[in-house]
């Protein structure tokens, strides 16, 4: 069949079109955000333009901020501002979300594309090493390295497209946002989770209000907004490309066999052979001291959401267990979005928090928590976050 290959070639030498595919890519240029906003579009709103959210739905956030505001300060002690300026929460349809997710998000994908880009000129370099019997090899080397920017582009639209489309606020998942005192809630989810769920949308929107207005204020802490802004930086800098994946899957491709091009297609969409990229030693090295600090805050925040919304909610045991199941019964894509970003929120996590806080606050009262937003010297190890006597002894409140 060699005779009548469309690809051209033979035995290691590389194919014309796999030689025009490479020269296409590389002209491609380094990550691509506009790319990713575009295909995020895409995904969340199906190419089709959205309504803007109710006036009057605005208004009732309005009012619903400032009630959430009030009490969040009371229960916690912090300020619920980052600006000075009071807290307005106001909805916003999924690309207005998309777009407003773009500074908090963006840092993370840039720190994930420079790691992948570093180690990528280092395999594809002549001088590294390549075998110069194998012009094969070498040539998926450096067409991983010219795909590498534009298939994370994609990825990075994906996880935001489908952010969008799940997101209830913009703390569904506990990354600190730029300073502004503006949260914003998506009313299309929100209704449609109300109507899933049989649920009174009234009380679904204060208790939204209140869990973001929760976040806002610990995640406002400095010291806590740059303690786990570094960690998650530090973990999207840490992806190191694999050795293989997608170019022995190429490499070893038969044209002729259609079972080959399905397997092919799956690899494509999977997301590690997709971007050549796998958890690294210091990402593992990072994870407990990121899995620690995401459990306190997740716990603080659960424990303020029961302080305040128990009191002002009438349905927010039937509204808490509804959005407890839905966030622990996430699907796979959602796991895959946390795995990347370096956040597991699993049951087990919340559970861990909810210890930790009770654990303090059964020795030392609501108070004891108050070290935590005193110094980053008094954050609690992950060990000392499974053993919160531990951590009231060592700063002797226990």
């Known amino acids: 069949m060699a005779g009548s290959d469309p690809f051209g070639g033979g035995g290691g030498e590389v194919p014309p079109l796999f030689r025009e595919l490479a020269k296409m890519l590389s002209g491609q240029g380094g990550f691509q955000w506009d790319q990713a906003r575009a295909f995020a579009l895409q995904l969340a709103t199906e190419g089709e333009s959205e309504p803007n959210p109710d006036p009057i739905e605005r208004i009732q956030l309005e009012q619903l901020a400032r009630v959430a505001e009030l009490h969040v300060g009371q229960v916690t002690g912090l300020s619920t501002s980052v600006t000075g300026r009071p807290l307005t929460i106001v909805p916003v349809n999924r690309g207005q979300w998309i777009h407003g997710a773009t500074d908090a998000y963006r840092p993370l994908f840039e720190a994930l594309a420079g790691a992948l880009a570093t180690q990528a000129q280092g395999a594809a370099d002549p001088d590294a090493g390549a075998d110069p019997d194998d012009p094969m090899g ?59 769920w049989s649920l009174p949308v009234d009380d ?90 995401v459990a306190v805050v997740v716990g603080v925040v659960d424990w303020v959401m029961d302080a305040v919304g128990s009191n002002l909610i009438a349905s927010y045991g039937q509204l808490t267990e509804a959005l407890h199941r839905r966030r622990v019964e996430a699907d796979a894509s959602d796991r895959f979005v946390e795995q990347l970003l370096g956040l597991e929120l699993t049951r087990a996590v919340y559970d861990r928090g909810a210890t930790f806080v009770e654990g303090v606050i059964e020795r030392a009262g609501p108070e ?31």
């Open 138 to 196: 070498a040539f998926f080397g450096e067409l991983m390295a010219a795909a590498q920017p534009m298939m994370l582009s994609l990825m990075a639209g994906s996880l935001l497209g489908h952010l969008a489309r799940r997101s209830l606020g913009q703390y569904d998942l506990p990354i600190p946002r730029p300073p502004t005192d503006e949260l914003v809630v998506v009313a299309p989810n929100l209704a449609e989770f109300a109507d899933e």
């Open 368 to 398: 004891g928590l108050a070290p935590l937003w005193a110094d980053e010297r008094n954050l609690p190890t992950p060990a000392e976050v499974d053993a919160p006597g531990l951590w009231l002894a060592r700063l002797e409140l226990g």
């Open 204 to 293: 679904l929107r204060l208790w939204i209000c209140i869990h973001e207005a929760a976040h806002h204020a610990v995640l406002g802490v400095p010291h806590i907004r740059s303690h786990l802004s570094g960690l998650l930086a530090e973990y999207a800098a840490g992806f190191r490309p694999s050795g293989g994946g997608l170019e022995e899957r190429l490499a070893g491709l038969s044209f002729d066999d259609p079972d080959q091009l399905t397997s092919l297609q799956a690899s494509l969409a999977d997301p590690e052979v997709l971007l050549g990229a796998i958890r690294s030693d210091e990402q593992r090295r990072l994870l407990p001291q990121l899995d620690a600090i």
